[in-house]
């Protein structure tokens, strides 16, 4: 490191209580690996920030050294925007607190807990807000750009459960938002992403779930996907709230409760949660049974963080992945033929295509009542193309791109940008659809320079 850049370090290190670390220290190169083994990225600093007080000498410096920066949650975002090439990250990992306040019901977070650490203090009381179905993702990255998960259809999205946040902005100012504080900055956060500044401190609504919930998987044979599939669209249209039951297509893990000669075939798997009293559950979950002649099934009463847990061996970091995504208001015939077609033709044995449900009480809330708009999606589709090595890129990718344009013509407008790659930065403005401009003229307003580019950016 130049004499120059070693000074430059040194007045940040003496300026903020977190560390620093640059290419030659030791830490770096773990520090720098994010969910999405695809991206390669090498900042020149990165920040491990102890407090939110850390955040605006942060800011200062990428700024007076002509830097571009990015935040880093819990790197799980698949377009590796966590990350930069030669500039600084800030990087939260050691900022993963989570305050819970049973009395109130309110969860107070900091930035680099990750869902895990949310739903285990939370659950100590009984309680719980509506996060996504892998434990290791980020609370801030999930929260900021949406959120949704097994509680969704009962409780919302993780946005709508969003009190406040505390934020440092582009200059450097720390502010809360809230409904009645900077209503407008309140607005634009709940889905506008990391756009608008850093965020430094989640409150979130909690409820009380569980803390025995029930759920579990049936696992049906590949052959039986279209009857499956249509027996599936006519059962959650009127399911209870409280009732989640998603769609994987993928070949088969090797689960215990699986016999051997399934293991590494195409499936159609369900996966159910069930939230209400665990005396209920088995008469709502009896009827998934008959949808076919399910190689295996394992499905009991079990703890809500275990649960939440289920899929983390599925989803570990380190694989490449690419996916694409669309939100469906309802599933068409063609939507399912096409799922169906593309699942008879996964490139990799990790690759898989999921139908997420979220109807309900999202749906009761008006488009405009906050960034993310797409009120009217009742499923989110996500191909998710996941490999090991570079040499398979190309097929998985492209395998994900012909399922993503096939199945488009039945897509509801939008996307969630939680799920958008690097390359999709022209759909933003569609992931957004009306909320688009005032998004533009609040992104005026607090950053007009856009320091915060490092994302599904809305360009000022
Ligand atoms: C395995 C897996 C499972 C998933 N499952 C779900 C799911 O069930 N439901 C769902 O809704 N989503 C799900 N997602 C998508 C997930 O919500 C996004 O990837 C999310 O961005 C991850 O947040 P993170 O903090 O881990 O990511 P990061 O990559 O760390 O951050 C993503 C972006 O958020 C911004 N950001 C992060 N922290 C801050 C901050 N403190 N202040 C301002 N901006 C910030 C930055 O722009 C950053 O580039 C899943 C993702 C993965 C990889």
Redo the contacts with the bound molecule.
């Keep these: 490191m130049t004499t120059q850049k070693s000074k430059a370090k040194e007045e940040l290190e003496e300026s903020i209580k977190g560390s620093v670390l640059s290419p030659d220290d030791p830490g770096y190169e773990e520090a720098r690996q994010?969910?999405n083994a695809m991206i390669d990225r090498r900042p020149a600093v990165i920040v491990q920030c102890a407090q939110a007080d850390d955040i605006p000498p942060v800011i200062r410096f990428a700024r007076k050294n002509g830097l571009e920066f990015?935040?880093?949650?819990?790197?799980?975002?698949?377009a590796g925007?966590?990350l930069c090439d030669d500039g600084v990250t800030i990087d939260?990992s050691k900022m993963k607190n989570v305050r819970v306040d049973a009395g109130k019901r309110r969860a107070y977070v900091e930035?680099g807990a990750t869902l895990a650490n949310l739903d285990e203090a939370a659950q100590a009381h009984g309680l719980a807000t509506p996060v996504?179905?892998?434990s290791t993702?980020?609370i801030?990255?999930?929260t900021?750009?949406?959120?949704?998960?097994w509680l969704t259809r009962k409780y919302g999205m993780t946005i709508d459960n969003l009190v406040s946040v505390d934020l440092i902005t582009a200059e450097g100012k720390k502010i809360r938002a809230s409904e009645n504080d900077n209503s407008d900055l309140f607005w634009a956060v709940r889905g506008g992403?990391?756009n608008f500044g850093?965020?430094t401190r989640f409150e979130f609504q909690l409820f009380p779930v569980g803390p025995e919930i029930v759920a579990g998987l049936i696992v049906f044979p590949f052959s039986q996907a279209k009857q499956i599939l249509t027996k599936y669209r006519q059962f959650v249209a009127s399911a209870p709230e409280e009732l989640n039951v998603w769609v994987v297509l993928r070949q088969a893990p090797p689960l215990p409760f699986l016999p051997e000669n399934v293991h590494g075939k195409e499936v159609v798997v369900l996966p159910i949660f069930y939230s209400g009293a665990v005396a209920n559950a088995e008469k709502l979950i009896a009827p998934l049974r008959a949808f076919g002649n399910a190689h295996g099934e394992h499905i009991g009463a079990q703890p809500y963080v275990q649960w939440q847990k289920a899929f983390d061996p599925l989803?570990t970091p380190g694989a490449r992945n690419y996916w694409k995504s669309h939100n469906f208001t309802e599933l068409a015939d063609g939507a399912l033929n096409s799922v169906i077609e593309f699942a008879g033709k996964l490139p990799s044995p990790q690759c898989e295509i999921f139908i997420g449900l979220c109807s309900g009480a999202p749906n009761r809330v008006a488009p405009n009542t906050m960034a993310y708009g797409h009120r009217d999606a009742k499923f989110v589709l996500n191909v998710h193309g996941r490999w090991d090595e570079a040499r398979d890129d190309q097929k998985c990718i492209a395998w994900a791109r012909e399922f993503f344009n096939a199945s488009a013509p039945y897509a509801s407008a939008g996307a969630y940008v939680?799920?958008m790659t690097a390359e999709e930065g022209d759909r933003v403005a569609a992931a957004y659809g009306s909320n688009y401009d005032r998004l533009v003229e609040i992104k005026r307003r607090y950053d007009p320079e856009n320091i915060f580019h490092?994302?599904q950016n809305i360009k000022p």
């Design positions: 994010i969910w990015s935040i880093r949650g819990a790197g799980h975002n698949i925007n966590a939260f930035p996504g179905i892998n993702t980020g801030a990255g999930l900021l750009g949406g959120g949704f998960g992403g990391g850093v965020v989803l939680n799920f490092l994302n």
